[in-house]
């Protein structure tokens, strides 16, 4: 009959134009260096033609996908080839093994997206604009098509940094959550940190969920201008969403009110209107906060645990804590600067200050490569290449006082890069006051090219920040 030769044509066709395409590959990859004469042959863009023509003439189709979605009364009709499409998904092999029709059901956002989906059967290959990530992804972990469902994850994890209109990050987190994607949730969530003032001041953050915002909290890594700003966003997001008084006061316990200094504490206290109708909650915090910034560090050390998060700052950008530094030509000679920072974040240390200097050379070499001197007059100095140092940063205490007893310094390097246009934190780098050197600093950055990723219009960017750690030097009394 005429439907069962057309069947017999379509499969034998896709099935030497897939022979054609693994000849072809196979070619490429056989080892030609014995021979002078031999050369690749490479019609494999033509045969790709071939194969985006036969989907959309339908020539010798032997099946056919009916999609339908609620937004649409009417099936888009996709003529296919069974032998294709089960090569490439194991669910389409087995909905066309007994059965040449086939009607699929998809949300709105899917079904916009099938007829992409099924080129990149055909093609191998799609493109993909920032809202079509998730349906696409979606599509691919439905119908198993395992290395799209990878190509589309690392698209997400690769332009987190994209701009968009209404924020595209929180989204995905909250997909990756949904699809247990550990890799893509981890990659949204360092994002967020290290560039969340960016995101406070977005759509997306209305968007946020309870669980995302408690994550959130409980780090120390945020980079922001301060705790103020912090709190600021977080009474917006609880005045937009009116969650339970439960996760209400979760979240307000969240905040490092020993962060915020007392003349804002208070102003915050009169005119808060989140906070007013919460002070049941945070009022033991609230009064901690004030006893921390009117004492000295170590008298207030006998009577409270300061050893915890509370008492931690996390990466503000704010003048007191720490300076940026542009580096012009990073790759050419050693730099250095200095600059002062405030002791600790309570009151009682607000007059006093540390001045810090840093030290950058873009080629320092490790002992194992720098210049060995021999006794020998022809090999007296071992050759070295530049490109085998890396470039190290040093900072130290310019001074040192009574005053430091109790506190330590936690240090943390911003790196600065420019993606998709925007100046985003790609690296946080962070070391204590054990080490005056940061570990791996941009150990695998090139910044003798002019294109490196880790520069700026030829300048390095860096954002320096000092954190002072309190610590107990007295058993605290119970």
Known sequence: SRPGATRRWGCAAAFLLLLLLLTVRAAQKSDLSGDTTAATINHSLTLLQRLQELLQNGNGSDSVLRVRSAASDEAKVFHTHQLLLSLQSEVFESLLRNQSVVTLHEPPETAALFEKFIRYLYCGGVSILLHQAIPLHQLASKYRVWGLQRGVAEYMRTHLASESSQGHVVGWYHYAVRVGDAALQESCLQFLAWNLSAVL????????????????????????????????????????????????????????????APSQLF??????????????????????????????????????????????????????????????????????????TQLGPSSHDSGKRVTWNVLFSPRWLPVSLRPVYSDSVSSAIQPVRIEDGRPRLVITPAMSSPD????????????????????????????????????????????????????????????IIIKPVYHSLIKVKK
């Open 404 to 463: 430091f007893a109790g506190v330590s310094f936690q240090k943390t390097v911003l790196v600065g890069v420019r993606q998709q246009g925007r100046v985003l934190v790609k690296h946080a780098y962070s070391f204590h006051q054990s080490s005056d050197e940061a570990p791996d600093f941009l150990a695998h950055a090139d910044l003798q090219k002019r294109t490196s990723e880790y520069l700026i219009d030829n300048s390095l960017h860096l954002h």
């Open 267 to 340: 102003r915050l206290q009169a005119q808060s209107a989140v906070l007013a109708r919460h002070r049941g909650a945070v009022q033991d915090l609230l009064f901690q906060a004030f006893q921390f910034h009117a004492a000295s560090p170590l008298h207030f050390a006998k009577y409270f645990d300061v050893n915890c998060s509370m008492f931690l700052p996390r990466n503000y950008l704010a003048p007191s804590w720490g300076s940026q530094w542009v580096i012009t030509n990073p790759a050419r000679d050693d730099r250095s600067t200095s600059f002062q």
């Open 201 to 260: 001041g977005s759509a997306e953050w209305g968007s946020v969920s309870v669980e995302l915002l408690l994550l959130l909290l409980e780090r120390s890594d945020l980079v922001l201008h301060s705790e103020l700003e912090l709190y600021t966003a977080v009474e917006g997001w609880l005045s937009r969403r009116q969650p339970e008084a439960p996760v209400a006061e979760r979240v307000l316990r969240a905040i490092r009110y020993p962060m915020i």
